[in-house]
Nanobody
Framework: QVQLVESGGGLVQAGGSLRLSCATS????????MGWFRQAPGKEREFVAA???????YYADSVKGRFTISRDNAKSTVHLQLNSLKPEDTAVYFC???????????????WGRGTQVTVSS
């Protein structure tokens, strides 16, 4: 059974930082593209960042230069470092996994339940 479990969310002031983690089990981690998405109240889920099987990284324009995605194949874990946070970054952040190529749509095979990030002004 595949499981993705996010952690590291919380409440932070604008300009602050958080580090999200997504621990996976039940899949051959190195074979999967890993992505982070977020969903704010009343809005659609949107792409944040992804890391390919060979380590290539992709970011939404809104987070480029502030967020960093990384993967640890030995621990089957993906991280998202969030710096210079803004109130508009407030959302539930989801981890996702898919085979083969990176996509920025929600066409991922497996999803975690999410972790809340709240940025106060």
């Amino acid at each position: 059974q595949v499981q993705l479990v996010e952690s590291g969310g919380g409440l932070v002031q604008a300009g602050g930082s958080l580090r999200l983690s997504c621990a996976t089990s039940g899949l051959t981690f190195s074979n999967y593209v890993m992505g982070w998405f977020r969903q704010a109240p009343g809005k659609e889920r949107e792409f944040v960042a992804a890391v390919g099987r060979l380590g290539g990284t992709y970011y939404a324009d809104s987070v480029k230069g502030r967020f960093t995605i990384s993967r640890d194949n030995a621990k089957s874990t993906v991280h998202l470092q969030l710096n210079s946070l803004k109130p508009e970054d407030t959302a539930v952040y989801f981890c996702a996994a898919r085979r083969r190529i990176v996509v920025t749509t929600t066409e991922y095979d497996y999803w975690g339940r999410g972790t809340q990030v709240t940025v106060s002004s």
